[in-house]
């Protein structure tokens, strides 16, 4: 089982840079989460409690009510407030039965200080991310 999360685990980009050692020490840290279909995971304007990579099935973005996007498999979500320590961006709501990886927020910078990729490939996310809204403001 835990080879199967390693492999898992290294076909998300997010992780794909660390070695199976790397990734046996998060999943240490880590918990898998399954949930319903409607489920609320994440409420916008809430704080942080972890930072979640969704194994299977899909989960809808919301700011402000609106759907900004679908997320599945290998997307991820939790991170902004983890971070900067401000409340949630968006809330998260299973759209299928979903089953996720979650790092507890104590876990998380540490997780960042002692994997510097892992801080590059969120920066590029973030990267990503802000250009699809600008794209959407500007539309």
């Not at 998300?12 to 949930?35: G, H, N, Y």
């Not at 997780?111 to 990729?117: G, V, W």
Request: hydrophobic share 45%.
């Amino acid at each position: 089982m835990a080879d199967d999360m390693i492999a898992t685990l290294r076909a998300v980009p997010l992780f794909s840079s660390l070695s199976d050692k790397d990734l046996r020490a998060i999943l240490e840290i880590s918990k898998e989460v399954s949930l319903e279909a409607g489920h609320r995971i994440v409420e916008q304007d809430q704080s942080a409690v972890g930072f979640h990579l969704i194994l299977e099935g899909q989960a809808d973005i919301e700011v402000n009510g609106r759907n900004v996007a679908t997320f599945g498999p290998g997307d991820y979500f939790g991170e902004v407030s983890l971070i900067d320590g401000k409340p949630r961006t968006a809330s998260v709501t299973a759209t299928t039965a979903l089953h996720t990886l979650v790092i507890p927020s104590w876990s998380f910078n540490g997780l960042l200080d002692r994997y510097p990729a892992i801080a590059k490939e969120l920066l590029l996310m973030f990267c990503a991310r802000l250009r699809t809204v600008e794209a959407l403001i500007t539309a």
